[in-house]
T-cell receptor, first 112, second 113 residues
Framework: DQQVKQNSPSLSVQEGRISILNCDYT??????FLWYKKYPAEGPTFLIS?????DKNEDGRFTVFLNKSAKHLSLHIVPSQPGDSAVYFC???????????FGTGTRLQVFP | SQTIHQWPATLVQPVGSPLSLECTVE??????LYWYRQAAGRGLQLLFY??????ISSEVPQNLSASRPQDRQFILSSKKLLLSDSGFYLC????????????FGEGSWLTVV
């Protein structure tokens, strides 16, 4: 049972435009959500997070939105740059646990 | 600052041979430690996690085992590798009670032939 789902395996966006990556979850006990960026043959790097008490968190070009009623979160990248091309994973954890559950990832390609 | 290292970076092993991947964390004490695997075309699957020395939780039944002989050392092992064990293995750590942000090592490519 996939508790965290990224239904779009890939996304292609023109440089300068907005990239929107989506993530859905099923476990209502999840209270902390994260996005990671991964380049080939490297470990994922932490990008941005949001706790369930918020609906938006912003860090530079990156903004994460959380819709708890829909069990949906999204990552917005504005403006997109070629260096943003990577695989993006969303992850979630439940209250009082030390485990992250990851989605299957979305490959973002930003072209000139 | 905290750092995490794992090795070897790449490994080609025959079916039936043993495996040992090692991971160490520096700059912190009593971290939570994790082993994840990314199989081809799939997401990050949690294999093992540990909240302290000698304390290992296994998430999925498999051909692998993990050990934590020291506070900042985490080892992934197998006695006899299977073809299906091929993948990209990632060690990670987190602070306890930190909101669960975890930080990954560089990863180890394992190819079982």
């Amino acid at each position: 049972d996939q508790q965290v789902k990224q239904n779009s395996p890939s996304l292609s966006v023109q440089e300068g435009r907005i990239s929107i990556l989506n993530c859905d979850y099923t476990n209502s006990m999840f209270d902390y959500f994260l996005w990671y960026k991964k380049y080939p043959a490297e470990g994922p790097t932490f990008l941005i997070s949001i706790s369930s008490i918020k609906d938006k968190n912003e860090d530079g070009r990156f903004t994460v939105f959380l819709n708890k009623s829909a069990k949906h979160l999204s990552l917005h990248i504005v403006p997109s740059q070629p260096g943003d091309s990577a695989v993006y994973f969303c992850a979630a954890s439940a209250v009082n646990t030390d485990k992250l559950i990851f989605g299957t990832g979305t490959r973002l390609q930003v072209f000139p | 600052s905290q750092t995490i290292h794992q090795w070897p970076a790449t490994l080609v092993q025959p079916v039936g041979s043993p495996l040992s991947l090692e991971c160490t964390v520096e700059g912190t004490s009593n971290p939570n430690l994790y082993w994840y695997r990314q199989a081809a075309g799939r997401g990050l699957q949690l294999l093992f996690y540990s909240v302290g020395i000698g304390q290992i939780s296994s998430e999925v039944p498999q051909n692998l085992s993990a050990s934590r002989p020291q506070d900042r050392q985490f080892i992934l092992s197998s006695k006899k590798l299977l073809l299906s064990d091929s993948g990209f293995y990632l060690c990670a750590w987190s602070r306890t009670n930190s909101g669960n942000t975890i930080y990954f090592g560089e990863g180890s490519w394992l190819t079982v032939v």
